[in-house]
């Protein structure tokens, strides 16, 4: 023991067995490995398990038991018929790393060091290992007060956030309402109180103690426009949102347009309690599309006159024709007036002649005062047949100095709609005097100009004019109704401008495609109109 004492800290002592000294005495293994370790200032192995626990690190170790039960299996083989020479040697399977815990510890040896399959032994618990579920719980329990802590604080912070924003919302609304000339509005139906914004009230003209009530605003609407405003009101507590036009008077006597958006939120009862929305100052868009129209019709109007200038050879044309005539037939008449025995018969005749001449005449001026004209617009029943009969005459003269002959395949079902007949006689002039400059560069057989007319789907009517010249490209196609874009080199590009805005005012479309054959085809769609109702 003296000797192992001695032995210093860096090296390691490795002890195997002991079971007697030299003086005869006899010692048990194991109580000599404790008093070895106890003495020892270097860390003790050994490769029997029953020295752990006794200080002993331990080592590569295996155990008594494993033996006893290998030697079992072997006395088995041979009582079971194995020749003993045939048995192959056995090894012992529990042999493994064992270390004892305490005895690394006191020497300063790491666990990290050891193989990764060591058994450690007497290791003792960590806090966490030896109440690992107490300390969930504990833990679990505080973060949960924790979490309820937080959700509270950041349902505060949120409320106030929420508040301030709200506050702020509502001076922003209110101011971006002002600036835009916009008054913000409630309706309570079981107080019937109408709320309204300062900016609302200074609109309207009302005072600051005027009380604001349902009657309060349908008394302040123009008379013409109190039925609307009622209406619109009706409309809304049957849960209908409605924007609507009306003009208000104010106090002063100043007359302003107003458009009002409006909603009903239903109640659980599926009724609407409230009313509410905006009220718009429209007067300068009201005032600025009444400028837009007039110069819209203006300028429709220099264009109708413009086409017309185009064709004033051929109008010209188309009157001399019966004035030849008539002068023709009048100094006929003469010449038989003044035989002996006037023949009453042709006279008659060249009269006959005259008058239908004037007639022919007369029609051709009408046409032209109709189109030079500078009216309003006004709405009448329209025949789009007769409407196509009366351009192809208007146009005979042109036709035939260009060259060009013009077809018709008119409905018979004679399709009726209801427009200004003087701007759609203005689209039909347009689109047919395209056709023939389309066709300018193509042979005199092929010049032919076809209109028709046709019941389409949904009780709507088309008239389509075709034409066998150049077509339209694909870029064109997407440009041609801009305004001030042509293709033509005398062209202003208003034309199907004008044309696309007359037929929108209509309620109608346009739209031009090329044909599989060559050339292109112009499709208007409008609204039809019951012969029933043109009759009346």
């Known amino acids: 023991m003296t000797e192992v004492s001695r032995i210093p800290s860096d090296a390691i002592v490795i002890f195997l067995t002991f079971l007697i000294d030299g003086a005869g005495k006899p010692f048990t293994p ?38 006893g039960a290998a030697a079992a299996d072997l006395v088995l083989a041979i009582e079971g018929g194995s020749d003993p020479a045939s048995l192959p040697p056995r090894l012992n399977p529990a042999q493994a790393f064992r270390v004892d815990a305490r ?38 329990v505080i973060a949960l007060q924790m979490a309820g802590v937080a959700a509270l604080l950041i349902q505060r912070r949120h409320r106030r956030r929420a508040e301030l924003s709200l506050s702020e919302s509502e001076d922003r609304m209110t101011f971006t309402a002002a600036s835009a000339n916009i008054g913000l509005w409630q309706f309570d139906r079981s107080t019937d109180e109408l709320w ?10 009302f005072a600051d103690d005027t009380s604001l009530t349902r009657e309060t605003f349908v008394a302040a609407v123009h008379p013409e426009d109190r039925r609307v405003a009622v209406g619109t009101l009706r409309g809304l507590l049957r849960g209908h949102a409605t924007v609507t036009d009306i003009r ?59 086409t017309l200038g185009e064709l004033s050879g051929a109008i010209a044309h188309e009157v001399n024709q019966p004035l030849t005539a008539i002068l ?3 100094q006929a008449a003469l010449y038989l007036l003044e035989q002996d025995e006037p023949n ?15 007639s022919r005449a007369g029609s051709v001026i009408r046409r032209l005062r109709g189109l030079l004209k500078k009216d309003q617009t006004r709405s009448e029943f ?30 018979t079902s004679r399709p009726i709609v209801h427009g200004d007949s003087v701007q759609l006689q203005q689209v039909l002039l347009n689109l047919i005097i395209n056709s023939m400059d389309a066709m300018v560069s193509s ?68 739209n031009l495609q090329n044909n599989e054959a060559g050339g292109a085809t112009a499709k208007i769609t409008l609204p039809a109109r019951p012969m029933l109702m043109a009759a009346q």
């Not at 626990?53 to 494993?66: A, L, M, P, Q, R």
């Not at 006191?106 to 579920?133: C, M």
């Not at 949904?458 to 694909?474: F, M, P, R, Y």
């Open 30 to 67: 194991k109580e000599v490995a404790k008093d070895i370790a106890r003495v020892s200032a270097a860390p003790v192995y050994g490769p029997y398990d029953t020295y752990t626990g006794t200080g002993v690190v331990g080592g590569f170790v295996e155990t008594f038991e494993s033996h």
């Open 103 to 140: 005895a690394m510890a006191r020497w300063g040896l790491k666990q990290s060091n050891l193989p990764a399959d060591t058994i450690v032994l007497f290791k003792e618990p960590s806090l966490w290992e030896e109440h690992r579920y107490l300390i969930t719980a504990v833990a679990l």
């Open 196 to 205: 309204a914004t300062e900016h609302c009230r200074t609109m309207f003209g």
């Open 248 to 306: 208000i008077i104010r106090p002063d006597g100043q007359i302003r347009w107003f458009r009002i958006r409006a909603r009903a939120p239903l109640d659980s009862n599926g009724s609407p309690d409230q009313l509410s929305g905006i009220f718009v100052d429209i007067t300068d868009q009201k005032a600025a599309e009444s400028e837009a129209d007039l110069q819209r019709q203006e300028i429709t109007h220099l264009m109708r006159v413009s």
């Open 328 to 330: 023709s037939n009048a």
């Open 344 to 358: 009453l018969a042709e006279v008659r005749d060249a009269l006959q002649d005259i008058v239908k001449e004037d």
């Open 382 to 411: 329209i025949d789009l047949n007769e409407m196509v009969d009366s351009a192809k005459a208007l146009l005979r003269a042109e036709l035939i100095s260009r060259r060009v002959t013009i077809e018709t395949d008119l409905a």
């Open 443 to 510: 042979p005199v057989s092929q010049r032919r100009v076809r209109v028709r007319t046709r019941d389409a789907l949904n009780g709507a009517v088309e008239l389509l004019v075709s034409d066998s010249g150049c077509g339209i490209s694909n870029v064109d196609g997407k440009r041609l109704f801009t305004p001030f874009y042509t293709t033509k080199d005398h062209g202003l590009g208003l034309g199907l401008t004008i044309c696309s805005s007359i037929i929108r005012k209509h309620g109608g479309t346009i």
